[in-house]
């Protein structure tokens, strides 16, 4: 069983910068890919970013390459998105997610194991 809780989120301007970080707790954090997702009210969840086990690959959506940086600290058991140059398209809540025991990480909901209960990002204009 995986814990993650995520903390970070509140609310910016528009081009403002937001740092989120999830902690895991329950298993061995190296041995696992980590993501984030977002939901905007409305939408399904999409993928934002995800970094590999070892940390040494990281894949983005397109539209936020360039502005979010994905990175862990398997010593520390966190991931952490720092979101820079927000736009209010970047309002919704925020998800970690573990996808366990897997070298490279998936892109889709579905791929992904546990997650953590999200944490509110608003991007006002």
């Known amino acids: 069983q995986v814990q993650l809780e995520e903390s970070g989120g509140g609310w910016v301007q528009t081009g403002g910068s937001l740092r989120l970080s999830c902690s895991s707790s329950?298993?061995?954090?190296?041995?696992?890919?980590m993501g984030w997702f977002r939901q905007a009210p409305g939408k399904e969840r999409e993928f934002v970013a995800a970094i590999s086990a070892g940390g040494g690959r990281t894949y983005y959506q397109d539209s936020v390459k360039g502005r979010f940086t994905i990175s862990r600290d398997n010593a520390k058991n966190t991931v952490t998105l720092q979101m820079n140059s927000l736009k209010p398209e970047n309002t919704a809540v925020y998800y970690c997610?573990?996808?366990?025991?897997?070298?490279?990480?998936?892109?889709?909901?579905?791929?992904?194991?546990?997650w953590g209960q999200g944490t509110q990002v608003t991007v006002s204009s």
């Open positions: 997610a573990a996808e366990v025991l897997s070298v490279e990480p998936g892109t889709s909901t579905w791929d992904y194991d546990y």
């Open positions: 329950g298993r061995a954090f190296g041995s696992d890919s």
